[in-house]
Structure formats: C-alpha cells, structure tokens
C-alpha cells in the first residue's frame, strides 16, 4: 500500500513571495489533515478535510494560508505572502474514518525557508 | 482547552540505559497514541492504546495508558542508537471531528 505522497520535499522563498504543497493521501482514507510542524516541536493542525469538506480550520491563518481538496482525494495548501515565521516544515496525514483509534499515516513532509 | 504534557523535553541517555517518557492530561481521551519522528521524515505511528490501564509491548518499547485515560508513559528498556528522535504523544478525543490532541514532543539521544 503506497504511503502519503507530499512534493516538494524542500522549498526555499523569500518573503512576500507565494508557495504551494502537494498532498496525495492513502487510498481510500476520506480524512486529511494538514499540520505545521516547528524543529523538534509536535505537530500544530492548520486545517483538517474529512472528503471535501473543511471540518476544522481555526488555527489556520486565513489572510495568507488556503487550502483545497476539491475532488476528496488530493490536497494543496498554499502561503500567499510568506513570512520568515512560515519557515517549518509542513506534514500532511491522513486516516480513515473507522472506529475510535484516530490513527494518522504521515507523509515525509516539507521543508519551508524563507528568507 | 484540551492540553498534553510531555517529559522529560529532552532526554540524552547512553545505550544499553532504561528511561521513561511520560504524557499528562487533565482531560479524558478516547485513546492515546505515540509516534516516533525521525530528522527529515514524518512521524510514525508506534502503538495506539484505547482502554484504561492497557500496556502494550512493542520490542524493548512497553507503553501503558493510565486507568482513568488521561495519561500515558513510554518506557524503553536497554535503548538502542536507533531509538534516537522525537516521540511524541496524541490523545483522541472523541467528541471533536476526529482532531488529536498533540504533545509538544520528547526528544531522545542515546549515545553510542
């Protein structure tokens, strides 16, 4: 079974500039989750997708962060303008909706710097 | 405001030495589940416990969920440099659209 797919692994901007990420999550997983992640702190959840519905996006800072999953399956977040505070490392998950476990699966992530 | 505590935050140990990881709550979660993070990579789900005062054993790891499911601990046994990264712990929370709680993470060395 093929794990979450995210591109690129490594992006460098400067600030005002815009980035986009790519998230392709497991098959058949309806929820995906997008997470900021700061060195070696745990995860923060920018905004979570169950199909193609936004079901939690509080933390996410709407005047320069969006994000999609228009047909329910892949996802793009983008930074539009970046900040040098946007520099961390970007973690999209997904997880099936079975159950009580709230297992997550994580792809490898990207590596934000802006400069 | 749900939060997770974890301790110690960071941890440099010699190989071959036993240590505990602990994750503490005052709220009450549907399960609990640890991950290992390595540099450069996204975080691994370990072990996932759902009942009050479960231990799981995964190899030299043996985790355990508090009877009252507030709290965890993590306890590895004779580390290896190959435990090194960042572990961190996530409570489900089963009134909230699936959403974990994260904590901020321990991170582990263990010498050679």
């Known amino acids: 079974e093929a794990g979450v797919a995210q591109s690129p692994r490594y992006k460098i901007i400067e600030k005002r500039q815009s980035v986009a990420f790519w998230c392709n999550p497991i098959?058949?997983?309806?929820?995906l989750y997008w997470y900021q992640q700061i060195l070696g702190q745990g995860p923060k959840l920018l905004i979570q997708?169950?199909?193609?519905?936004?079901?939690?996006d509080s933390q996410l800072p709407k005047d320069r962060f969006s994000a999609e999953r228009l047909k329910g399956v892949d996802s793009t977040l983008k930074i539009q303008p970046a900040k040098l505070e946007d520099s961390a490392v970007y973690l999209c998950?997904?997880?099936?909706?079975?159950?009580?476990?709230?297992?997550?699966?994580f792809g490898p992530g990207t590596r934000l710097t802006v400069t | 405001t749900q939060l997770l505590e974890q301790s110690p935050q960071f941890l440099s140990i010699q190989e071959g030495e036993n240590l505990t990881v602990y994750c503490n709550s005052s709220?009450?979660?549907?399960?609990l589940q640890w991950y290992r993070q390595e540099p450069g990579e996204g975080p691994v789900l370990l072990v996932t416990?759902?009942?009050g005062g479960e231990v799981k054993k995964l190899k030299r790891l043996t985790f355990q969920f508090g009877d009252a499911r507030k709290d965890s601990s993590l306890h590895i046994t004779a580390a290896q440099p190959g435990d090194t990264g960042l572990y961190l712990c996530?409570?489900?929370?089963?009134?909230?659209?699936?959403?974990?709680?994260w904590g901020l993470g321990t991170s582990l060395a263990v010498n050679p």
């Open positions: 998950a997904s997880s099936l909706d079975v159950g009580s476990s709230y297992e997550q699966y």
């Open positions: 098959s058949g997983h309806a929820t």
């Open positions: 997708f169950q199909n193609n519905g936004v079901v939690d």
């Open positions: 709220s009450v979660f549907s399960s």
């Open positions: 416990v759902v009942t």
């Open positions: 996530a409570g489900g929370d089963a009134g909230n659209n699936r959403k974990l709680i």
